[in-house]
């Protein structure tokens, strides 16, 4: 038996990294394929359904797999800080893996709007905080311009090494199956994960996309090689319907949802996405916050699964998928659950308001309490 090290260490061959390179690594990866078979008998269908819980990740969501690549990169070219706008979950992360290479960070998040465990982690991670009065987009324009600023590396998606990354997630799931599924749904804001998630299909199953998630593709990811497996995915990409630019065909100015995470207007991989729904045969689709809501509930009262509302969205756009005919019977299907539920406790308690009961302190009050409820 071998101790599980990360996921540059179990998928080296297939990543840009060298020997001799010290690799920044909180052990992410190796995460969960979670079967829901609760929904899934619930939907009907003869679907198989299962969960990559992404949330299970050292910082709690799947932007640990990309920083693990980015962070060792940029110590390997011997940055001193690292800087990304967030939603939460890159600023979360960042901060984590740059306190472990012993060098800085910086984080623009958004003017409220953040959830307050991500906001934690950054803050005890180290991170200099910059709340920024504007959305993530305005956050993200700003990084860009600090490209030049100094021994910095921008550690947002559009960093090619995130998505190297972010590709083993797909790795994972055909490893676990030892198949690729019929379907992958994923919740997409920035639109780098879906776009990590073709490039890692593509790379197992021996094809080329027709856009490769970076210039440098051809040298890092193998798609020549003996495949590992014999199909690709349909991939369905879930957008919130008020920030939902994949949907409109353009940037969208004001974004507004509750999930936070994916609370973006002007996806930076908007080639690579398209190119992975176009090229699979898949759909973008949106959900309203109350379906979004509803799907974090049901995920935690049916499956005991606590995820936070942007990954929610994904299980919620499937199961809608599957009841209108459009993922199809007999299917296997992977939906990406992004991050924890714990991310944002504040949503978690709001929506379930009315749920504690209020209970002197007697044995028989709360014995007639339980017995009303059995
Ligand atoms: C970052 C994030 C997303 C969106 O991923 P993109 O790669 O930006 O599309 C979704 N859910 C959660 C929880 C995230 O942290």
């Not at 992977?334 to 929506?351: N, S, V």
Request: proline share 5%; net charge neutral.
């Amino acid at each position: 038996m071998s101790h599980y090290l990360g996921l540059i260490e179990r998928y080296r061959d297939r990543l840009p990294v060298t020997p001799g390179m010290r690799i920044i690594s909180l052990v992410e990866g190796d995460t969960p394929l979670v079967p829901l078979d609760n929904l899934a008998r619930a939907a009907g269908h003869d679907v198989k359904i299962y969960a990559k819980f992404e949330g299970l990740n050292p910082t709690g969501s799947f932007k640990d797999r990309g920083m693990t690549m980015a962070v060792t990169q940029a110590v390997h070219e011997g940055t001193q800080a690292v800087i990304c706008a967030s939603t939460g979950n890159t600023s979360a992360s960042a901060a984590a893996y740059a306190a472990r290479a012993g060098i800085r960070s910086f984080v623009l998040i958004p003017d409220g709007k953040i959830a307050l465990g991500k906001l934690a982690q950054a803050m005890i991670q180290g991170a200099v905080v910059i709340q920024i009065q504007g959305n993530f987009d305005d956050g993200m324009r700003i990084v860009k311009d600090m490209a030049d600023a100094g021994p910095l590396a921008i550690v947002n998606s559009i960093n090619p090494y995130r998505l190297q990354g972010q590709k083993t997630a797909a790795f994972e799931i055909v490893d676990a199956l030892g198949r690729a599924p019929d379907y992958h749904c994923i919740p997409v804001g920035n639109a780098g994960n879906i776009s990590a998630y073709w490039t890692g299909f593509s790379e197992y199953a021996g094809v080329r996309p027709a856009t490769a998630a970076c210039a440098w593709c051809d040298d890092v990811c193998r798609f020549e090689r003996p495949a590992v497996c014999a199909s690709r995915p349909v991939m369905v990409g879930y957008q919130a319907a008020g920030a939902a630019p994949f949907l409109r065909g353009g940037p969208v100015a004001d974004p507004e949802t509750v999930a936070t995470a994916i609370r973006i207007g002007n996806p930076q991989s908007w080639d690579l996405a398209w190119a992975a729904v176009r090229e699979s045969g898949g759909w973008f689709a949106e959900l309203t916050d109350e379906e979004i809501l509803a799907t974090q509930k049901l995920l935690a009262e049916r499956e005991g699964v606590f995820c936070e509302p942007a990954s929610a969205i994904s299980v919620g756009g499937m199961l809608r998928d599957i009841e209108a005919g459009r993922i199809k019977s007999g299917s296997v299907i992977t939906c990406t659950l992004t991050g924890h539920g714990l991310k944002d406790p504040d949503t978690a308690i709001r929506q379930s308001q009315g749920q504690v009961l209020q209970i002197r302190a007697e044995s028989d009050l709360v014995k007639r309490a339980i017995l009303d409820r059995l």
